[in-house]
């Protein structure tokens, strides 16, 4: 390789995926400690994305089984919001590219902030199509939270276009659909169409609480979300119910998640 390179432009060939398989088992032999760290971080890092695609293939399994009947259009359906005690429950559906790939797609409630926003701008640009169904604080008090997320889902469904062939749902049942459907506990942990549902709907619902925290910054809703964290709960005994609290909800049953 002549000229033994620094550590820095080492560490810049590493960082930009610029080193062929020759490269590195010739740095492989190389004594200097920055080295051998660097090696280490740049396997670490193979590793990581090895097992993200692993994760990822296996949260195809769903889809791909309908793939193979026929089915065409695979939307994953999931919500954010039942169990706050303001706010709406919003519900999202999501068609993928049967080529989509998004390495460290999980449920939200696994990612950062930043990677669920992250997220959610790739899947927005990137999906076939996408729908959001937004039901909110009043009439979940008039249909209750299970009825009014079954709503919120089917709003979302009829939103896309093309319409799908079959439709995977984390955990919910839904009747009355126009295609076949099947409802999968700890869906957006198992189906990549589920677990990009699942992002969509924790990102809207999320930039709506933060909006209702500006107008109501007693309630903290910006970092609650609604949910009846000991803050919440403690701003509702001092300042009382705001026009987007759930009537119907008990006071201390709310459990974030």
Not at 28 to 55: A, S
Not at 110 to 119: A, G, M
Not at 128 to 144: A, K, L, P, R, Y
Not at 145 to 163: E, G, V
């Amino acid at each position: 390789m002549g000229k033994q390179q620094t550590i820095a432009e080492i560490n810049y060939l590493f960082k930009n995926d610029r080193l062929t398989d020759e490269q590195l088992t010739y740095l492989k032999l190389d004594e200097r400690t920055g080295v051998k760290k660097l090696i280490e971080k740049y396997e670490r890092k193979i590793q990581k994305k090895e097992q993200q695609r692993e994760q990822f293939e296996k949260m195809l399994t769903y889809e791909r089984t309908q793939y193979r009947q026929g089915k065409t259009w695979i939307a994953g359906i999931d919500e954010a919001g039942r169990g706050p005690l303001a706010g709406p429950v919003v519900a999202a559906a999501v068609i993928l590219h049967k080529d989509f790939y998004l390495p460290g797609l999980n449920d939200s409630k696994q990612l950062s902030k930043k990677k669920r926003d992250e997220f959610y701008s790739i899947i927005t640009q990137e999906a076939v199509s996408f729908g959001v169904g937004i039901i909110h604080n009043q009439e979940i008090d008039q249909i209750n939270i299970y009825n009014a997320t079954k709503k919120a889902m089917k709003k979302s469904i009829q939103q896309l276009n093309p319409f799908p062939d079959h439709i995977l749902i984390d955990a919910v049942p839904l009747e009355d659909v126009l295609c076949t459907s099947e409802s999968i506990v700890k869906g957006d942990q198992k189906s990549i169409s589920i677990a990009a549902a699942s992002v969509i709907a924790k990102v809207t619902r999320d930039n709506l609480m933060e909006s209702l925290h500006e107008r109501y910054p007693n309630y903290n809703f910006a970092s609650n979300m609604g949910y009846g964290t000991k803050d919440h709960i403690s701003a509702i005994e001092t300042h009382g119910l705001t026009d987007y609290h759930r009537k119907s909800f008990t006071i201390g049953s709310s459990k974030k998640g």
